[in-house]
């Protein structure tokens, strides 16, 4: 299965999942659907294409972070060679605490478990508690009448109210000056698919910082914050 079919399977997860059903029958998902649905998603073969190759532009600084900032960064670039697949199948998860095996994940899970790692602190927990408390201020576009916690903090939509509630919002720039170690970004892939990973403390040869992310291939640090159309700039707990 190429990385393309597994993020838009990933979608159908999520837009599936309501409270009377706990995940997409597997009959749906056999070879014949996922094949059909690589094909009619060119538009994020592309763009999965151009975000693994810009890996390869030379890196010619590194940043000076601040200390948590740092701590953030090395959790991150942590669970490179270590979550080397993207899986994004609906999981049911402990709670607090919770996570699929590290060998997997998704985009949001690069983000879940370096703030785990770095400072114990457990998005799945306060997603959900923010959630269960203010329900209506979050994304209604699967569906779901209630909160669950297995999946909410793995939504890009979700963790983007959650971290704009926080006060952790910074403006959209397509100015590398602008983004600091540290910074997290969501985007849009192919203008559709929700995205998010944490900004290195590396730059590439052309100025660009780096992100810290998981886009299809497992986690990896590449040169693809630009590559996409930017809907999110946040920082948040690095004071």
């Known amino acids: 299965m190429n990385a393309s079919a597994k993020v838009v399977i990933f979608i159908l997860y999520s837009s599936a999942k309501t409270n009377n059903s706990r995940m997409i029958p597997k009959a749906f998902l056999n070879r014949r659907h996922i094949l059909q649905i690589a094909a009619v998603s060119p538009f994020f073969v592309a763009a999965c294409s151009k975000a693994q190759t810009q890996s390869d532009t030379p890196r010619s600084e590194t940043l000076k972070s601040t200390s948590k900032a740092a701590q953030l960064i090395t959790a991150a670039r942590g669970q490179i060679g270590v979550t080397t697949t993207y899986d994004p199948a ?7 605490g919770g996570d699929v095996p590290r060998g997997k994940g998704v985009c949001t899970d690069v983000v879940i478990r370096a703030y785990r790692d770095a400072f114990a602190i457990d ?11 203010n329900f ?8 779901l009448r209630g909160t669950d916690r297995n999946i909410d903090h793995r939504r ?9 509630r926080q006060g952790a919002k910074l403006p959209i720039s397509r100015d590398a000056k602008d983004w600091q170690p540290g910074d997290l970004f969501t985007s849009m892939v192919g203008g559709r698919l929700p995205h998010i990973g944490i900004v290195s403390d590396r730059r590439a040869g052309n100025g660009n910082p780096l992100v810290i992310h998981n886009i299809g291939g497992g986690t990896q640090e590449e040169d693809i914050l630009f590559a996409h159309e930017l809907n999110g700039h946040f920082r948040w707990k690095l004071a």
Do not use: C
């Open 90 to 96: 609906y999981t049911g998860l402990s709670y607090p």
């Open 123 to 133: 998005l799945q927990k306060l997603v959900h508690e923010d959630m269960k408390a």
């Open 136 to 143: 209506a201020l979050y994304p209604k576009i699967w569906g």
């Open 156 to 164: 890009v939509p979700n963790l983007r109210v959650f971290l704009n």
